[in-house]
């Protein structure tokens, strides 16, 4: 299980009790992924949520999120300092439900914002 859905809630409140999550767990040290379902609000592709997020991959989240169009395994992500590695092939979109998977290692990606942080601050 993950303590970040609840998590979520504490930051912002509006979302509170409104997600759960789950953990996955790979074979790797510091890899995880994270299996994301939400109902938007217009039908939609797996080709226009795959836009967007390449969209914002190369825009204002670049550095934090990386855009993937080829196949990952979980030591494909060990030492990436994105946040999150968003897994377009596995996009799936059914009217208006989607279902995204982004990858993310928890100590480079987490180290790499602190850094952020403390840039910011300084």
Known sequence: TTGAAKA????????????????????TVTGSLTDFVCEVEKE???EEVN????????GPMKGILEY?????????????PHSNIYDSQLTKVDGKLVKII???????GYSARTADLITKIV
């Open 102 to 108: 982004g990858w993310y290692d928890n100590e480079a």
């Open 8 to 27: 979520v809630g504490l930051v912002l409140p509006h979302l509170d009790g409104k997600l759960d999550g789950g953990a996955v767990r790979v074979p």
């Open 68 to 80: 993937a169009d080829v196949e990952l395994v979980s030591s494909d992500i060990i030492g990436n």
């Open 51 to 58: 836009a967007a997020f390449k969209a914002a991959a190369e």
């Open 44 to 46: 939609t592709t797996a």
